[in-house]
């Protein structure tokens, strides 16, 4: 039998999904479990996107064109004209999902060895992508203390090597909610110029801004042709099965390059497509609703987190995450005895082990990721037992 | 501005679409263009198909399971057994098209300089997913005098070095149609097991098997753990648009490896599995009238050819292409010829330059590959265009 290959080996498995047969033997039993643990909204998708495709009326479900229907990619502009982001519908390129989207501009900028800053804790997936490309994921380390800001130019300066060919950040970011400042944005402008990197901005939680203004990668200027922005429609809709996502930048050179890989898979999905294009046309203000949502869902969690004796959680400004310190000895035995061992009025809550979003060995272990993707009554419930869970957990720290 | 990768530059981009702005060109003329070029069917999506999805009643539009949704997987192990493949659902990850069955079975097996022997002429995209995974194909060539048969297992053997891991075949093949006998998958079977290699198998046209037994990797004994099937709906559905596929394979190993590239990209588009899972359902006399509609669809296209002077086209076996010898001097310049300097009442013809469907430089310059994806009416305008082009074609050959 031959061997697989050694990338086989390597490409980390979810560090989310190791806790799922747990939580499945949990609800066997009868336990109500609050997932916290992952970023698939509650939230319903709005009716006039799934009606667009249930009201579709086409008899051949075709290939669109590789880059993504034209129809959608010019209303997209429209879209990203709101955020004063000035794009052509050809510097678009739609993927299926965000995941295609970042993995289509690693291969595209990136060669086998070369080096991608990132800020830590990140999102866990960058290092599957990472090893698919067979590119070296370099993180440096944000902290909770001070909510996760971007580390001084001089910790980037110092990861920079000969290798070092782009950052990668996510902002809003997917885990902390950190929301990066135009200041620290001119930052990163600063850094790629000097040192001739691109810059990769996954904007996937753009529209969940909370506590100050959300500044585009896309909008920094002197910057446009290091530029590539990882977008998706998965949470801004709550449309995460669709699978749809876009590439966007300025760099002519990239978009030739991307779209090469774009043509190699044919197409994105047609039916998501149908309603992704339907989302452009929500009215304005279902933003305003869902962002109030969210807002306020943020506002209990955090500060029922920080009641809890021994947890501290700073107050996230964008996405619907939250990464919170706990007072245990190791977040995934944590998590799992949370699944396994524990229960309060026959329920429990699964979390995210901070542990995955670091790349550096033994960083996150007091520390969990929250997805506040519940509502607020649940979101009390699920902080009820996690107060009751420290309280007896056995590897509590003192 | 940072350099873009090498992968970047070496991916190369579609041979078929290079020639659409010279169609789009001809049709702005008003000339009616055929197009023979892709394997986008004319034929309808059966409407149970779309139903399925346009009556779905969900509200929250959920990533599914990362390996598909395992009703979906359950149920297509009734479709294969109707094949007398026995397979597991747990043996069965969905994917996002064949193309990305293709790119996970590569990233899965396949390390950077590992080298994969594909009989040419073959599908173009395999040398787009060969780079993306950083692999090298290695063609043995097939001739149009035997069909394209599978070359003799002398010709495989002496492309075999300890870079080797894996032969991919596609049967029916895309693009000459041939359609493997049990001999020759014998023939496989024995070299993958002699040279502990994979048999990488896309069975994209299992159903459109006219002459013949159609054969599936998956059944050939002993060969268990190196096989690896790669799936679609596209063509068997007409759903090209959905992008769903399927890796299949008996191998744990790397149905584990693939499971951590499915995980990195969350989930395979859940509209799209919908129609798929009702596509099991549909009634068994749906493949006879398809396949009765492409086989004399191939049965006019053939004799045609042939009749048209000069022109050779053997009879292909199965899936919907034929691959056809013309008396020209460079199948790419005649290609664009026909649509940017000829026309016939009005009309003309699309095909596919054979040169994109080799690796090795040179073969393919007097072939075109011909996608009957056209009713018979259309066929014989188009084969009547093509024999007009012949006949005052500058390059053609004596």
């Given at each position: 039998?031959?061997?697989?290959?050694?990338?086989?080996?390597?490409?980390?498995?979810?560090?989310?999904?190791?806790?799922?047969?747990?939580?499945?033997?949990?609800?066997?039993?009868?336990?109500?479990?609050?997932?916290?643990?992952?970023?698939?909204?509650?939230?319903?998708?709005?009716?006039?996107?799934?009606?667009?495709?249930?009201?579709?009326?086409?008899?051949?479900?075709?290939?669109?064109?590789?880059?993504?229907?034209?129809?959608?990619?010019?209303?997209?502009?429209?879209?990203?004209?709101?955020?004063?982001?000035?794009?052509?519908?050809?510097?678009?390129?739609?993927?299926?999902?965000?995941?295609?989207?970042?993995?289509?501009?690693?291969?595209?900028?990136?060669?086998?060895?070369?080096?991608?800053?990132?800020?830590?804790?990140?999102?866990?997936?960058y290092n599957g992508f990472a090893v698919e490309a067979e590119v070296k994921v370099v993180p440096v380390t944000s902290g909770i203390e001070t909510g996760f800001a971007l580390p001084p130019i001089g910790d980037f300066e110092k990861l920079i090597t000969p290798k070092t060919k782009a950052i990668l950040i996510c902002n809003p970011n997917n885990p902390t909610g950190y929301l990066y400042s135009r200041a620290e944005m001119e930052v990163l402008r600063e850094i790629c110029l000097k040192h001739n990197l691109?810059?990769?901005?996954?904007?996937?939680?753009?529209?969940?801004?909370?506590?100050?203004?959300?500044?585009?990668?896309?909008?920094?200027?002197?910057?446009?042709?290091?530029?590539?922005?990882?977008?998706?429609?998965?949470?801004?809709?709550?449309?995460?099965?669709?699978?749809?996502?876009?590439?966007?930048?300025?760099?002519?050179?990239?978009?030739?390059?991307?779209?090469?890989?774009?043509?190699?898979?044919?197409?994105?999905?047609?039916?998501?497509?149908?309603?992704?294009?339907?989302?452009?046309?929500?009215?304005?203000?279902?933003?305003?609703?869902?962002?109030?949502?969210?807002?306020?869902?943020?506002?209990?969690?955090?500060?029922?987190?920080?009641?809890?004796?021994?947890?501290?959680?700073?107050?996230?400004?964008?996405?619907?995450?939250?990464?919170?310190?706990?007072?245990?000895?190791?977040?995934?035995?944590?998590?799992?005895?949370?699944?396994?061992?524990?229960?309060?009025?026959?329920?429990?809550?699964?979390?995210?082990?901070?542990?995955?979003?670091?790349?550096?060995?033994?960083?996150?272990?007091?520390?969990?990721?929250?997805?506040?993707?519940?509502?607020?009554?649940?979101?009390?419930?699920?902080?009820?037992?996690?107060?009751?869970?420290?309280?007896?957990?056995?590897?509590?720290?003192?």
């Amino acid at each position: 039998m031959p061997n697989i290959s050694e990338r086989g080996q390597h490409m980390p498995p979810s560090p989310i999904r190791k806790l799922v047969p747990y939580a499945e033997a949990a609800k066997k039993k009868g336990v109500t479990v609050y997932h916290l643990n992952i970023g698939q909204p509650d939230i319903e998708t709005p009716k006039p996107v799934l009606d667009a495709v249930r009201n579709s009326n086409f008899k051949i479900l075709e290939y669109s064109h590789s880059a993504g229907n034209e129809s959608y990619r010019r209303k997209l502009t429209g879209y990203y004209k709101k955020f004063d982001i000035t794009v052509d519908h050809t510097e678009i390129i739609v993927t299926t999902g965000g995941s295609e989207a970042i993995l289509f501009g690693f291969m595209a900028c990136l060669d086998p060895g070369d080096e991608v800053i990132v800020p830590e804790p990140f999102y866990a997936n960058y290092n599957g992508f990472a090893v698919e490309a067979e590119v070296k994921v370099v993180p440096v380390t944000s902290g909770i203390e001070t909510g996760f800001a971007l580390p001084p130019i001089g910790d980037f300066e110092k990861l920079i090597t000969p290798k070092t060919k782009a950052i990668l950040i996510c902002n809003p970011n997917n885990p902390t909610g950190y929301l990066y400042s135009r200041a620290e944005m001119e930052v990163l402008r600063e850094i790629c110029l000097k040192h001739n990197l691109f810059l990769f901005s996954d904007e996937a939680y753009r529209e969940f801004s909370y506590d100050g203004e959300n500044i585009s990668a896309l909008n920094l200027s002197g910057l446009e042709n290091n530029v590539v922005v990882f977008d998706t429609i998965s949470k801004r809709y709550s449309a995460c099965g669709a699978r749809i996502g876009a590439v966007v930048t300025h760099n002519r050179v990239i978009l030739d390059a991307v779209m090469k890989f774009a043509q190699a898979r044919l197409s994105p999905p047609s039916f998501a497509q149908i309603a992704a294009e339907a989302a452009v046309d929500l009215p304005d203000d279902y933003f305003d609703e869902i962002k109030e949502e969210y807002q306020s869902r943020r506002d209990l969690l955090v500060s029922l987190l920080n009641k809890i004796p021994g947890v501290f959680c700073p107050n996230p400004g964008g996405a619907f995450y939250a990464m919170a310190r706990l007072p245990i000895d190791d977040a995934d035995k944590f998590c799992q005895w949370l699944l396994e061992a524990f229960s309060y009025e026959q329920q429990t809550v699964m979390l995210a082990p901070g542990t995955g979003f670091y790349a550096t060995p033994g960083l996150g272990k007091q520390e969990v990721r929250l997805a506040y993707v519940l509502n607020r009554e649940n979101i009390a419930k699920a902080m009820e037992c996690l107060g009751k869970a420290l309280e007896v957990y056995p590897g509590r720290l003192q």
